[in-house]
């Protein structure tokens, strides 16, 4: 699970979900509550979390939710080449992601130069840009010590 040092206490998911004109049901405040709770979580993950909350939710019924709070743009979707999709709840931000090789570990990377300056290309080949994507990847620390104990 991705470490995040943003952890919002008591955030109001009612009213970011009618502010994202989505009606206020119980699997949308669940689903937008396992996401906040675990950073870069993967859809089974979110599943079991919001199945301690509610007791049998569907597989569908999540992925429905989690596709209209995506499109809402309450929930972002990322998905690193050979990873699941995860979802994460800091969006508009247009935060970069440190993944881990061997075990998957996704952290968050803000930008490095300030606010979104990764937008700025040097050739934009008149596309309207709107989105950088930049993913590192390298191991984490806890997969290096495993790699070589003595270090
Ligand atoms: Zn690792
Ligand atoms: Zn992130």
Redesign the pocket.
């Known amino acids: 699970m991705g470490k995040t040092p943003r952890v919002e206490a008591a955030t109001d998911f009612e009213s970011m979900l009618r502010d994202a004109a989505l009606r206020v049901t119980r699997p949308r405040l669940a689903v937008l509550a396992a996401v906040h709770r675990h950073p870069h979580a993967d859809t089974d993950s979110i599943i079991g979390s919001v199945r301690e909350d509610l007791g049998a939710v569907s597989h569908q019924a999540v992925y429905d939710v989690l596709r209209a709070l995506t499109g809402a743009g309450l929930v972002r979707r990322i998905q690193p080449s050979g990873s699941l999709a995860r979802y994460e709840s800091r969006v508009a931000d247009n935060h970069h992601h440190v993944v881990?090789?061997?075990?998957?570990?996704i952290a968050d990377v803000d930008c490095a130069a300030g606010h979104a300056p990764c937008l700025s290309t040097t050739d934009d080949h008149g596309f309207a840009i709107d989105e950088a994507e930049v993913v590192y990847w390298g191991?984490?620390?806890?997969?290096?010590r495993a790699a070589s104990p003595d270090a």
Do not use: E, I, W
Request: hydrophobic share 15%; proline share 8%; aromatic share 0%.
């Open positions: 881990c090789r061997s075990c998957g570990t191991v984490c620390p806890d997969c290096a």
